[in-house]
Each structure stands twice: as C-alpha cells, then as structure tokens.
C-alpha cells in the first residue's frame, strides 16, 4: 500500500533544509520545544521522577503506573523503556508520550531510562546505564514497585538496539531474568552499506528518513567509539542468538532499516527465541513515535500489551 495519506500530507509540509553539520545542542533544544505541556498530555494515574544509582552513576529515570485504584509504589510487571534518537537525541521529555502510552495499555509499571547520550558521553554509556537501571531492578525487586514478574525492555529506534544489546549482556552473565524484548523499528545493523537490504534501497527518499541521513546521525556514536562490527553496536553481528527473551519486532513498510529488523527477528526465530514480526503497512520509521495518534499505528501499543500478556505464547502453545 502507499505511504499512509496523513503521514504524506504532513511530510509534505516540512520545508526543504540542505544538509549541513548536525548540532547536536540545538537540534535537542528544538526537539523539548516540541513537547506539550504536562496539562496536555495523555493522562497517567501516578508519574514521577527518580534517580537510580548504578555503576555507572546515577540515572535519571520516570516512572509512570496507570492504575489509579492502586497505590504509587504497589508492586506490578515492569517495562524499562529506552527512547530513541540515534544514541544522540531524545530524552525522558521527548518520548514521555510513549511511556505513558505504554503504562496504559500494558497496565505495567515503566520505567523510562534517561541515558547518556553521545557525544558527551562515549560508548558504551547509554547501554551501561539502562544496564544498571535493569540491575537496580533485579536487586530493588518490590522496593522499586515491580513484582518479580513481567520484566520487559522495550525500546524504539537506537533504543530498541540498546534493549535487545542489554537483554544479550545479561544473558551472557547468566542473568535471564527479562522476560520480553520488544522492539520497535531498530537499528540492528550499523555497517552501512547502503547496498546491503532492499529496503535502503527502496526507501532512499521521501519517507521522513532517507538512507543517506542514516550514516550523519550516528556519527556522533561512531566518533564515541561505537564500532558497527561490534555485537552491541550492531547485534545482528552476534553469531549465537539462542536463550535470549521472546521478542516482538515492528517494523514499517517504507522504512530504509526495515528488513534489517525483519531479518534480525528471522535470526531469532531460528536460534529458537520465540519472537513475533509485524510490518505495519504505509508506515515509515518512527511511526510509534510520530504518528501513534493514527488509530493504524496507535494499535502498536495494544499489540505490545497482548504480546506482554500473551502466557500461552511464551509457554509454546
């Protein structure tokens, strides 16, 4: 099907820029002066801010719950929810309109991980500090208001990357305490031939982001030390994907980095991990970010609920 005629009409409206140098601080600043004020967001029973402590420092984190017969801190499934922005964007602010989606639709406790972005902060800090967010958990258990249950990392874009990186870290170390990874349109591979999928192809231009965009916006990674043979740069690299949590992966149907996700969720299919692909149709990157206010993509987050309740399916049935 063609690109969704809303999504269209409003790409049409943004005026044309010659590509020049990225400033990370003003292209940050324009992204917060996008964002609504509190009065004017979806409405969650509880929210709140807290910093947990980790080794890698404190992080900021928020923390949305949106049972309003239950107490703030009552113990619940959990989700740590990771933003994207190509490792240089983005923030608690800017997808604070996911996670409340999320609180609401899984009934979940989420906490949303402000990380460290590059290029102040090198590689590997965004993935040590949702780590430690992940670690704090596991150790706080009812104290931090998850009951020892669901523990999903859901993460969109370069945070879906850092999700499934994390959930491989920690079952590496004999951890497999997550129990889910869902994945919205991630960037799994960094090795950026634009050659190397159809979809790069495909969906060079006119779809919100082109392929040739994709190598300038994480240059700030890579500049950080971030390298795209790496496992936890680009995970589809890793050789063994057995023994990691069930997955789901979303991609769009005109989004450059659309088959690698599809390909990374086969890989996972056979290496055993029980995971769900769903391309949604006339949708490009960013679309649970962007364009979740269209009930057709809105539904990511009914999906993501039933795939976090879905005991049959993690059961095998």
């Given at each position: 099907?063609?690109?969704?005629?809303?999504?269209?009409?409003?790409?049409?409206?943004?005026?044309?820029?010659?590509?020049?140098?990225?400033?990370?601080?003003?292209?940050?600043?324009?992204?917060?002066?996008?964002?609504?004020?509190?009065?004017?967001?979806?409405?969650?029973a509880?929210?709140?801010?807290?910093?947990?402590?980790?080794?890698?420092?404190?992080?900021?984190?928020r923390?949305?719950?949106?049972?309003?017969?239950?107490?703030p801190?009552?113990?619940?499934?959990?989700?740590?929810?990771?933003?994207?922005?190509?490792?240089?964007?983005?923030?608690?602010?800017?997808?604070?309109?996911?996670?409340?989606?999320?609180?609401?639709?899984?009934?979940?406790?989420?906490?949303?991980?402000?990380?460290?972005?590059?290029?102040?902060?090198?590689?590997?800090a965004?993935?040590?500090?949702?780590?430690?967010?992940?670690?704090?958990?596991?150790?706080?258990?009812?104290?931090?208001?998850?009951?020892?249950?669901?523990?999903?990392?859901?993460?969109?874009?370069?945070?879906?990357?850092?999700?499934?990186?994390?959930?491989?870290?920690?079952?590496?170390?004999?951890?497999?305490?997550?129990?889910?990874?869902?994945?919205?349109?991630?960037?799994?591979?960094?090795?950026?031939?634009?050659?190397?999928?159809?979809?790069?192809?495909?969906?060079?231009?006119?779809?919100?982001?082109?392929?040739?965009?994709?190598a300038?916006?994480?240059?700030?990674?890579f500049?950080?030390?971030a390298?795209?043979?790496?496992?936890?740069?680009?995970?589809?690299?890793?050789?063994?994907?057995?023994g990691?949590?069930?997955?789901?992966?979303?991609?769009?149907?005109?989004?450059?980095?659309?088959?690698?996700?599809?390909?990374?969720?086969?890989?996972?299919q056979?290496?055993?991990?029980?995971?769900?692909?769903?391309?949604?149709?006339?949708?490009?990157?960013?679309?649970?970010?962007?364009?979740?206010?269209l009930?057709?993509?809105?539904?990511?987050?009914?999906?993501?609920?039933?795939?976090?309740?879905d005991?049959?399916?993690?059961?095998?049935?």
């Amino acid at each position: 099907m063609p690109l969704h005629p809303e999504i269209a009409r409003i790409l049409a409206s943004f005026p044309h820029e010659e590509p020049g140098p990225l400033d990370p601080v003003a292209m940050r600043a324009g992204e917060e002066s996008q964002v609504p004020a509190p009065d004017d967001r979806h409405p969650v029973a509880h929210v709140a801010d807290r910093v947990v402590p980790t080794a890698a420092g404190d992080v900021p984190v928020r923390v949305y719950f949106a049972d309003a017969q239950a107490e703030p801190d009552a113990a619940a499934g959990a989700i740590v929810y990771i933003h994207g922005g190509a490792y240089f964007l983005g923030g608690l602010n800017t997808h604070d309109h996911v996670a409340r989606q999320l609180a609401t639709a899984t009934g979940l406790r989420v906490f949303s991980v402000g990380y460290r972005l590059a290029p102040e902060h090198p590689f590997p800090a965004a993935i040590d500090d949702v780590t430690g967010v992940v670690e704090w958990l596991l150790g706080s258990g009812h104290g931090a208001g998850w009951d020892g249950g669901v523990l999903a990392l859901v993460g969109d874009s370069s945070g879906g990357t850092v999700a499934t990186v994390v959930a491989s870290a920690l079952h590496d170390r004999g951890i497999d305490r997550v129990t889910h990874q869902v994945l919205y349109y991630p960037s799994v591979d960094l090795d950026l031939n634009p050659d190397r999928y159809p979809s790069m192809v495909e969906n060079a231009t006119g779809y919100g982001m082109e392929t040739a965009g994709i190598a300038p916006f994480n240059q700030f990674y890579f500049d950080s030390g971030a390298d795209p043979q790496d496992p936890r740069v680009s995970p589809i690299k890793r050789s063994d994907l057995s023994g990691l949590p069930p997955a789901l992966i979303l991609t769009g149907e005109f989004d450059p980095m659309r088959d690698e996700g599809e390909l990374y969720g086969r890989r996972l299919q056979d290496a055993g991990v029980r995971t769900v692909v769903h391309r949604y149709e006339g949708a490009g990157h960013g679309f649970v970010q962007h364009f979740s206010w269209l009930p057709e993509y809105g539904a990511a987050f009914a999906e993501t609920a039933a795939f976090l309740n879905d005991d049959a399916f993690l059961r095998g049935e």
